[in-house]
């Protein structure tokens, strides 16, 4: 992995691609899939996201505001449902997909060496968690893969449909 500037990270996250989150709590790794985020500001990067309740990982968010959200290639994509239609309550995902964690700098939560880009992440506000379950997390380091120079991401359509990245336009903006 390669630091990746924070100013960057909107570009990844924008179009919404199904990542998976990672947690660690009380020694014990876990990670989820996740496709239900957002990003609310560039600087610092915010990005919105909802973790259920019933999510083995809502605790551990909740107790130790960190994670890290890492986003995969659609070379992935079987690993990332198959991860989405367990529990880590009863299942050490990363030994049963076969993910290699790697240790993040600033979090417990571990780095997935297999995703093209990953975001150690803070809580930065829970108020809407008791009403949403929607957590605002502030990206505090960035990771790219480098070896990954043109990775195309999947993104859920409902109900076990999944597009894939297309072609890239480049269009005049006066937006960053």
Not at 151 to 176: A, E, Y
Request: glycine share 4%; aromatic share 8%; hydrophobic share 45%.
């Amino acid at each position: 992995m390669k630091a990746l500037p924070l100013s960057d990270v909107y570009q990844f996250i924008e179009p919404g691609p199904v990542v998976l989150v990672t947690t660690s709590h009380r020694s014990r790794s876990n990670v989820m899939t996740m496709s239900w985020h957002m990003m609310v500001d560039f600087t610092p990067p915010l990005i919105a996201c909802v973790v259920s309740q019933g999510d083995y990982s809502f605790a551990a968010l909740r107790a130790t505001r960190a994670c890290v959200i890492a986003i995969p290639d659609a070379k992935l994509a079987e690993k990332v449902v198959a991860i989405g239609n367990c529990s880590g309550r009863d299942t050490d995902k990363f030994e049963v997909f076969g993910l290699t964690q790697l240790p993040a700098e600033n979090v417990e939560a571990p780095l997935i060496a297999e995703c093209f880009v990953n975001l150690e992440c803070k809580v930065a506000d829970t108020r809407l968690v008791n009403k949403y379950n929607l957590f605002v997390l502030e990206v505090i380091k960035a990771w790219r893969d480098t070896k990954q120079p043109a990775p195309k991401t999947i993104h859920h359509r409902g109900f076990g449909s999944f597009v894939v990245d297309g072609d890239t336009l480049q269009l005049p903006s006066h937006m960053p």
